[in-house]
């Protein structure tokens, strides 16, 4: 076995011979045979270069041969458009280096290289290579891992019920939270309220704005809400589209309507500015509801006295706190 002590077997090197310059093709062989880093293979058309999957690829010229084909077909199929191709020449015509370099050559020699020229050469470009690879590597395994956590995070989301855009939880939450909630007050006597938010003219704010605007109100409108409640117990979750729901256990009308009004007036003093004349800024619509639960009486239409307090409140002009007691 053939050994170099200045070129350590460090890079594996898998060379692909190509080309009809038969007397180039046997010293090149016989200059790198024998260690044990380098793989050789041969082939004879572009077409087959891909399967051996080389690192590096040299093309043997002979006289007045153009090898400007083969190198163009290489740069052509999308595997091989980065894979180091060395053109040897010693026989070829001066003129053939620029020709080769602007056909996709990754390095050009004229003349028979020696043998520790040649493992240099053959060795810095196997390194660049696998740097290369490595690289698209480690920047595959990175967009896996961001779309696997996003994926996670998206799961999680889903397990907590909470609401992808705003980051609160979302009406399945809160219709467990509340059928809970409403549970407990049919045992205890205590009242529940539920507020129903409806963000002023928000069709209008996205035409005008677009989606994006749009969209950072609502998460503005879910920091407003949560940053308002302040018991363990109290929820504030996106109910659907523009609409936010607010459940309150242990408390009565009178308690509801101040928590809807210090919401309402949170998000106006934000300033965020509205497009539309008569809105200046925007602002909300809040429907509140309360009662104590009988057996008479459901949580549905605890909620849906909610969305009529609302209903009434954007009929009065919308940036208001309307409430139905049951």
Known sequence: MTSDSAFPSQIPCRVLLVGTAAPVLAALRETLAGFDDIELH?????????????????????????????????RAQEALKELPLLVIAPLG?????????????????????????????????????????????ALRLLREREEALARAHAEIDQLAGLDGLTGIPGRRRFEHVAQ??????????????VLLCDLD???DYNRQLGRPAGDLCLKKLAGVLTGQLKRPTDLAARYDGKRFAVVLPDTGLDGAVRVAEACRHSLEHLGMAHPSPE????????????????????????VARAGEALQAAKARGRNRVMALRG
Do not use: K
């Not at 891909?50 to 400007?68: H, K, N, R, S, Y």
């Not at 028979?112 to 196997?126: D, K, S, T, V």
């Not at 809970?180 to 309220?193: D, F, K």
């Open 42 to 74: 041969q082939a004879d058309a572009p077409e087959r270069v891909a399967a051996f999957e080389p690192t590096v690829v040299i093309q043997a010229l002979g006289a007045l041969e153009d090898g400007c084909g083969f190198l163009r077909a290489c």
């Open 93 to 137: 015509d001066p003129a053939g280096r620029e020709a080769a370099f602007a056909a996709g050559a990754t390095d050009y020699l004229a003349y028979q290289p020696g043998r520790i020229e040649l493992l240099a050469r053959l060795r810095y470009h196997a390194a660049a290579g696998l740097a290369r690879q490595q690289c698209e590597v």
């Open 180 to 193: 809970t909630e409403w549970q407990r007050a049919r045992r205890s006597g205590q009242p529940l309220s």
């Open 201 to 203: 003219q928000l069709d």
């Open 279 to 302: 809105r200046r800024v925007v602002t909300l619509s809040i429907g509140v509801a309360a009662s104590t639960a009988g057996e008479d009486d459901t949580l549905e239409t605890l």
